[in-house]
């Protein structure tokens, strides 16, 4: 169990340390060897790999929010802040600037740098935060607004300082300050902390986002590295840190995205669950708690020739309720088709000679796995009316398409009743019309004395 359960993890373990030694050798090529080092400089292909990287990141914070507008965990939370501040600062210090053709002025360069520092120092610290927040949506607003004013304040602080800001290179001709290879070293270290958090965070939890989220930075580790030796990527240039940057972003987005979908199968588990459970507790339970009550009155010494028989009907209602209830779930789960599950409920219904069920159901008519298992009950508990109340010797049971609308309908030969009260009242349709609400579809009943009942259920388009 252990080994099995390591072994996700030790394949993404391989798979770092085979990439880490590929980028490793490729940087110490290329800084050995700086003739080899291949650099664009076009301005125009670079303001276009600002703008991928900046919508890259722009969704990854979206994609984040939703998630933790879902969930309330507060990785997501760092991470939908961090990547927010990333791609606006891109945006406002390295795109906007760079539209006119113009070269980007110190003053915009350096609040970039600041933004890209702020936006990684809440990536690394995401891995090691933990717990949930309740006010999801009001503490997400008010994250991304902060921040934004955040971003305001260094580029206000940046024009008041204007001329006295390290001077930052536009080619490769004139050597980085010290602050930019500093701030280059620093980005690489929190790319470095990520990298680790997150893959610590793999290797206890297993979840994919982790694994992409660590696969990312290890490409950005390296960009950023880059960068350290060719500063003269920082501005105009090219170099093949920006190509880690955009394929790292795309990791991201890979990432984020499958957990996401992740989240929507936890939820639809969830909903799964507790629809079991409803079966249940609607069914198999109350035929059991008969079952008790009845071993319980003989016990306390009631009439044996009195209770026994309660108390083999109860039981045989039980076990036919275990069957119907197995029936619906392997048809909602996909495990047997809706038609032939609910033609054995029939089966089972009928075998008595009691009531004759006749079912047509229209293999063109798609149902949703929601819609199948409520449809089977509904079914049920029409024909469980049938024959406690109706008094009918034939049922009808149609799926069919009226008029372009998908309807089921449960006709009997009863006696019908009137629509003002009595039976029309009864907890039986009641269950229906809430089991018709909870997939969205209209419920309808006519009836009439003497002339039978006719439950019409139509579904939602």
């Not at 935060?129 to 309740?134: C, E, L, Q, S, Y």
């Not at 972003?249 to 199968?265: D, K, M, Q, T």
């Amino acid at each position: 169990m252990r080994k099995d359960a390591e072994s996700p993890f030790d394949a993404w373990l391989w798979g770092e340390v085979l990439l880490l030694g590929l980028l490793a050798a490729q940087l110490a090529l290329f800084a050995a060897y700086p003739g080899l080092r291949p650099a664009y400089g076009v301005s125009a292909a670079r303001l276009v790999f600002e703008t991928v990287v900046m919508l890259g990141g722009g969704i990854v914070a979206v994609l984040a929010g939703i998630r933790f507008s879902v969930e309330g965990r507060q990785l997501d939370l760092f991470l939908s802040s961090g990547f927010f501040v990333g791609a606006a600062s891109t945006l406002a210090f390295s795109i906007a600037p760079a539209l006119g053709g113009d070269a980007i002025s110190r003053t915009e360069a350096w609040p970039g740098v600041a933004g890209r520092l702020l936006a990684w120092t809440l990536i690394a610290a995401a891995p090691f935060v933990h717990g949930r927040v309740r006010a999801r949506q009001r503490t997400l607003g008010d994250a991304l607004v902060g921040f934004a004013l955040v971003l305001v304040l260094i580029w206000l602080a940046s024009r008041s300082l204007g001329n006295a800001l390290p001077f930052v290179p536009a080619d490769g001709n004139a050597d980085a300050p010290f602050p930019l290879t500093l701030s280059f070293g620093l980005q690489a270290l929190l790319n470095l902390v990520a990298l680790v958090g997150f893959g610590l965070r793999f290797r206890s939890r297993g979840q994919d986002l982790d694994r992409f989220v660590a696969l990312g930075a290890t490409l950005l580790l390296f960009a950023s590295l880059t960068y350290l030796f060719a500063p003269l990527s920082a501005t105009t240039d090219l170099s093949q840190g920006d190509f880690l940057r955009v394929l790292a972003y795309g990791v991201l987005l890979v990432g984020v995205w499958r957990a996401i979908r992740a989240s929507e199968f936890g939820r639809a588990v969830a909903e799964e669950r507790a629809r079991v459970a409803r079966e249940i507790h609607d069914g198999l339970a109350q035929y059991l708690f008969a079952v008790s009550t009845h071993a319980s009155m003989l016990e306390d010494g009631a009439p044996v020739e009195e209770v026994v028989p309660r108390l083999k009907e109860a039981a045989a209602s039980a076990q036919q309720e275990a069957r119907f209830a197995v029936l619906a779930l392997s048809s909602a789960s996909g495990s047997a088709p809706f038609d032939a599950a609910l033609r054995r409920y029939v089966e089972f219904l009928t075998a008595d000679g009691e009531l004759e069920v006749e079912l047509d159901v229209d293999g063109r008519v798609s149902l949703a796995p929601d819609e199948q298992i409520e449809v089977f009950r509904i079914v049920q508990e029409g024909l469980a009316n049938v024959r406690k109340h109706a008094g009918a010797r034939r049922a009808e049971v149609v799926i069919a398409e009226r008029d372009g609308q998908r309807v089921v309908a449960v006709r009997d030969d009863g006696g019908g009743f009137k629509r003002d009260g009595g039976a029309g009242a009864g907890q039986g349709l009641k269950n229906i019309r809430a089991r018709s609400a909870a997939i969205e579809g209209a419920f309808d009943v006519r009836s009439a004395p003497g002339y039978g009942t006719e439950l019409v259920v139509t579904l939602r388009a």
